[in-house]
């Protein structure tokens, strides 16, 4: 079963900085692509990042450019999203989400192109 669980969210002041966690559980190899993704009260869902399968290929939306980045460590499994200069309107429910696929460097924009999905972790930001 594959199993994705975030971790690291939390309440931090504007200006901040926090690491979220992605633990990635039930695939047999790192064939996947990781996607980021955040949903505040009221809003639709949005993509953050995408990193590919190998780690090569990173996409990062403009919301967030220059403040996000993402690394994956795959001999953990493990995805990490660390937030820099945070805004009060980055606050959300942040989820990570994996697409299976072949391509070492294939990126996916949209919420419907991934497979799986992590329960959320919360982030706050307070002005």
């Known amino acids: 079963e594959v199993r994705l669980v975030e971790s690291g969210g939390g309440l931090v002041q504007a200006g901040g900085s926090l690491r979220l966690s992605c633990a990635v559980s039930?695939?047999?190899?790192?064939?996947?692509?990781i996607g980021w993704f955040r949903q505040a009260p009221g809003k639709q869902r949005e993509r953050v990042l995408t990193?590919?399968?190998?780690?090569?290929?990173?996409s990062v939306a403009d919301s967030v450019e220059g403040r996000f980045t993402v690394s994956r460590d795959n001999a953990k499994n493990t995805v990490y999203l660390r937030m820099n200069s945070l805004k009060p309107e980055d606050s959300a429910v942040y989820f990570c989400?994996?697409?299976?696929?072949?391509?070492?460097?294939?990126?996916?924009?949209?919420?419907?192109?991934?497979?799986?999905w992590g329960q959320g972790t919360q982030v706050t930001v307070s002005s």
């Open positions: 039930g695939f047999t190899s790192e064939d996947y692509t």
């Open positions: 990193i590919s399968r190998s780690g090569g290929g990173i």
């Open positions: 989400a994996a697409r299976t696929t072949l391509s070492m460097m294939s990126l996916y924009q949209s919420d419907y192109e991934y497979n799986y």
